[in-house]
């Protein structure tokens, strides 16, 4: 990459960075801000999303009554861009299926205008970028649809399946920060970011005549994809990252939340950073980097009464107090003091 591009990368806001982390590593993202600002942030998103990056954006307003076909509905897009998709040599009839499982195909009749087998034929898809605002509140029936969007990045509607590109994103906007999603929905988020009023919103705040943002093209994007990819850990950095995982698990602090696909994540995110700082290595301070990124929307705090030496007999008002005014960043931060850094 050139210094240009670097250039660029330099005049983002924190939420560009963070969308572009997300789009680089392929991880899903969690966001918060204090309530009264959800709305700022769900705006300033969709404008980084299509006026930086270019991205067809969807966006859902989550509540407690938000079906599961509202929903569905509100994340598809028309296919604009199906031409493009033909050039680069993806198959646009993917998505589209009848209601039997077969492929719906355009054919001519007789006086040679194209017609549909299906006279209610739907070729949306579902958007590059959908940002779902309060999604903690929505459903468990909601939720559940979310996850199994992550996991086969497609939905079925009333008259076909609709699938998403390789490199779909998902922002999720939660109504106040420490919101979280469903256990195993939660899971499938690869890093979370935490916005204050006092670092800005630059789309909105300029305007869009004013605000001039550098723009990402989708090939750029990809290449940023492929860079982080091939990006190197080597054998002590590699033991590195796995020694703050087993750090995490040996907490007193915490009593959860360090899965295996946190782990997976910190190895992904931790490579994503590293083109972004104009590396096709991982330095250890990227993967203390990722790991401040990776852990905050999963950890589960011990209490006084599940912290774990009180089964070797720890008095529990002592462990209480030990326990009083400990956050998620404190013991990330404690983790990552405790461990060796390789040299």
């Not at 299926?97 to 549909?116: D, F, Y």
């Amino acid at each position: 990459m050139d210094d240009s591009f670097h250039g660029r990368l330099q005049q983002l806001s924190d939420l560009e960075l963070a969308v572009l982390v997300s789009s680089a590593s392929g991880q899903h993202c969690i966001y918060s801000s204090p309530t009264k600002l959800t709305r700022d942030l769900r705006n300033e998103l969709l404008l980084s999303c299509r006026q930086t990056f270019g991205l067809q954006t969807a966006v859902v307003n989550c509540s407690q009554k938000t079906t599961v076909d509202e929903f569905n509905e509100a994340i598809l897009v028309d296919s604009v861009d199906m031409f493009e998709d033909a050039q680069e040599g993806r198959d646009t009839s993917a998505g589209v299926v009848s209601l039997t499982g077969e492929p719906i195909r355009q054919i001519a009749n007789v006086t040679g205008q194209v017609r549909s087998i299906s006279n209610a034929l739907d070729d949306r898809r579902i958007a590059d970028v959908v940002i779902a605002t309060n999604l903690d509140l929505a459903s468990e029936s909601v939720q559940v649809q979310v996850l199994e969007l992550l996991r086969t990045k497609r939905v079925f509607t009333r008259l076909a399946m609709h699938s998403a590109t390789k490199d779909f994103l998902l922002l999720a906007i939660v109504s106040k920060r420490g919101a979280r999603l469903g256990h195993h929905l939660n899971d499938m988020f690869g890093l979370s970011h935490h916005h204050e009023a006092e670092d800005g919103f630059l789309h909105l705040e300029s305007g869009s005549n004013s605000y001039t943002s550098p723009s990402f093209t989708r090939a750029q994007l990809r290449f940023l994809h492929d860079q982080a990819q091939s990006a190197r850990l080597t054998g002590e950095v590699d033991a590195y990252l796995h020694n703050i995982v087993i750090f995490m698990r040996q907490s007193r602090y915490i009593n959860g939340g360090v899965t295996a696909a946190a782990t997976r994540h910190l190895r992904a995110i931790a490579k994503a950073l590293a083109p972004l700082h104009g590396l096709d290595y991982v330095p250890p301070s990227l993967v203390t980097l990722a790991a401040r990124k990776v852990y905050p929307h999963r950890l589960v705090l011990a209490t006084a009464e599940t912290e774990r030496t009180l089964q070797w007999g720890s008095d529990p008002d002592a462990v209480s107090e030990v326990l009083r005014g400990v956050t998620v960043e404190d013991v990330i931060e404690d983790v990552i003091a405790s461990v060796d850094t390789p040299l």
